[in-house]
């Protein structure tokens, strides 16, 4: 998961993202506070950011906007986005289940499975009910037990695959319980080198003192705390799908006038480095529900929420699965060279013109 895939949080982004660089990474952070505040989504994706070979800066200074993310690409990110890196451990709260068949001994590796399915499937923004709901385990309260540390134990033994860091994810570790607290103590107090565990709680109190004592303690503050920054993006949202219609209209007809994309090209300039990378990655986002209308997977009506009847039916059209690809590389190879600060009037009028000279040949 990447950072700019996280609800607000940018400070405390940005903070993680200059602790890593100056290669001050605490072996053990707590990551403290609510489900909805994202904690196991920045969890992730710092993890990812830490062991990316290809990490991204976009030379921002505004504490409001991300100074850097991970490449997503590299084998390391395209790993951890599908949580199957080999040096990625997780472990959260399990119950007997007789439903996956687990009827006794449960543990966290047993249920791995349908876990990476939950995370990916809510974009890491996870709570616990949905989770013991989707293991349909009743009025069962689950637990990290021993069997769950003595696997972190083995994995530590292990010298690490690809990372440079091996990463250990404990989700809810409130719900670790005495015997298992005990037993891990130990790994906390001495750490092997190159290891990293994040836990994530939202509930400190009802975790023993002395693992508390050995964590570097992380506050992650509500989403309504970063009000301004989320209004901003939902902002943003509601124009760039304004903004991805009248470029791609522009961009079709460029061959009869070209003044409507010079003069978006001015406006694309205006947005500012991340707000540019921010909408390719919308139209990238666009013309794969494109393809899933086209494939039968969706409606035409799900691309958006606020655009006009007219485009809705009409797009979908206009792209096979050759045409999304060779403009989602152009999407791509513009996203590479607006992080390394390219002229943006003169990339906006490359990618419009090979855009629409796209659409026009498999339209003529």
Request: contains cysteine; charged residues 25%; hydrophobic residues 40%.
């Amino acid at each position: 998961m990447q950072f700019a895939k996280i609800i607000g949080q940018t400070r405390v982004i940005n903070s993680f993202i200059k602790v890593a660089k100056d290669k001050r990474i605490s072996h053990t952070q707590l990551f403290l506070g609510q489900a909805n505040a994202g904690t196991f989504a920045l969890a992730l994706a710092y993890a990812q950011f830490i062991n990316c070979i290809n990490k991204q800066d976009f030379h921002i200074d505004s504490e409001d906007e991300l100074i850097a993310d991970s490449c997503g690409k590299c084998p390391s990110c395209l790993k951890y986005e599908q949580l199957a890196h080999p040096d990625l451990h997780l472990f959260f709260p399990n119950v007997k289940s007789e439903k996956l068949g687990v009827k006794e001994n449960p543990e966290s590796y047993l249920f791995l499975k349908q876990f990476r399915e939950f995370v990916l499937k809510n974009e890491g923004y996870i709570d616990l009910d949905a989770w013991y709901q989707m293991l349909n385990v009743g009025n069962s309260q689950g637990l990290i037990n021993v069997r769950d540390v003595e696997r972190m134990i083995n994995n530590l033994s292990l010298t690490a695959c690809e990372a440079d860091y091996k990463v250990t994810i404990v989700w809810c570790f409130d719900k670790l319980n005495s015997d298992a607290a005990n037993k891990l103590l130990k790994i906390l107090e001495e750490p092997d080198d190159k290891t990293l565990f994040f836990l994530i709680t939202d509930n400190a109190q009802a975790i023993l003192p002395t693992i508390l004592s050995r964590c570097q303690l992380i506050k992650i503050p509500p989403i309504n705390e970063d009000l301004k920054v989320h209004k901003k993006r939902t902002e943003d949202d509601e124009y760039f799908e304004q903004l991805l219609v009248r470029w791609l209209r522009a961009a079709f007809a460029v061959n009869k006038d070209i003044s409507p994309l010079v003069e978006l090209g001015g406006e694309f300039a205006d947005l500012g480095r991340e707000r540019q990378r921010l909408f390719l990655e919308l139209v990238m986002n666009v013309l794969r529900k494109t393809m899933y209308v086209n494939v039968g997977i969706s409606k035409s009506n799900d691309l958006y929420e606020i655009t006009d009847e007219k485009f809705r039916a009409g797009f979908p059209k206009m792209i096979t699965p050759d045409t999304c690809y060779q403009i989602y590389q152009l999407l791509e190879q513009a996203t590479f060279h607006i992080q390394r600060n390219a002229n943006p009037k003169i990339l906006f009028c490359d990618l419009s013109i090979k855009t629409g000279n796209i659409l026009r040949q498999i339209n003529k």
